[in-house]
T-cell receptor
Framework: NAGVTQTPKFQVLKTGQSMTLQCAQD?????MSWYRQDPGMGLRLIHY???????DQGEVPNGYNVSRSTTEDFPLRLLSAAPSQTSVYFC???????????FGSGTRLTVV | GENVEQHPSTLSVQEGDSAVIKCTYS??????FPWYKQELGKRPQLIID?????GEKKDQRIAVTLNKTAKHFSLHITETQPEDSAVYFC??????????FGAGTTVTVRA
């Protein structure tokens, strides 16, 4: 099993550009989440999903969209990138049943 | 939503001493409390977790305690070693698996 795979690992965007951060898991996990990590602020939840076709907002959803058309994939879309979205983004998945989230390796995004 | 507060933000300990990190949570419906360790440039990794029907859990040199009444939980690391140096995050969630994290504690183990 590859676990949780995130692409790309690094990305530089110009202000106003859009892009999609990819996340895929091969563990048949129901629950998937996107977090952003900024220095001194821990991991803040952007969006999460409890299954295919079901998504919900987290703590900091503005400027981001998600969809969950399959169990495996949970892409995060930046609609119009802003410098405030410079961060490290982590995708994570959880199969339920009392086990914790497994994290991907992260995407380091810089918006200039 | 859930609010998790974590203290201290930095902790420096002598090798061999113990380290304690404390967290509080706000939502009484939260019933799952994991701890993650993140080394520099790496992803967070689960090191131990506890459910609300348990007061304490141990795994070798790490232990977690939970006080549901006071809504706080703590991570204890005994006999610290240099490889314990990392950022540690506490988190909380309920049956919705919506996991909220504390701001993190940077632990430095001095040789």
């Amino acid at each position: 099993n590859a676990g949780v795979t995130q692409t790309p690992k690094f990305q530089v965007l110009k202000t106003g550009q859009s892009m999609t951060l990819q996340c895929a898991q091969d563990m048949n996990h129901e629950y998937m989440s996107w977090y952003r990590q900024d220095p001194g602020m821990g991991l803040r939840l952007i969006h999460y999903s409890v299954g295919a076709g079901i998504t919900d907002q987290g703590e900091v959803p503005n400027g981001y969209n998600v969809s969950r058309s399959t169990t495996e994939d949970f892409p995060l879309r930046l609609l119009s990138a802003a410098p405030s979205q410079t961060s490290v983004y982590f995708c994570a998945s959880n199969g339920g049943g009392g086990y914790g989230y497994t994290f991907g390796s992260g995407t380091r995004l810089t918006v200039v | 939503g859930e609010n998790v507060e974590q203290h201290p933000s930095t902790l420096s300990v002598q090798e061999g001493d113990s380290a304690v990190i404390k967290c509080t949570y706000s939502d009484s419906a939260s019933n799952y409390f994991p701890w993650y360790k993140q080394e520099l440039g790496k992803r967070p990794q689960l090191i131990i977790d506890i459910r609300s029907n348990v007061g304490e859990k141990k795994d070798q040199r790490i232990a977690v305690t939970l006080n549901k009444t006071a809504k706080h939980f703590s991570l204890h690391i005994t006999e610290t070693q240099p490889e314990d140096s990392a950022v540690y995050f506490c988190a909380a969630s309920g049956d919705d698996y919506k996991l909220s994290f504390g701001a993190g504690t940077t632990v430095t183990v001095r040789a």
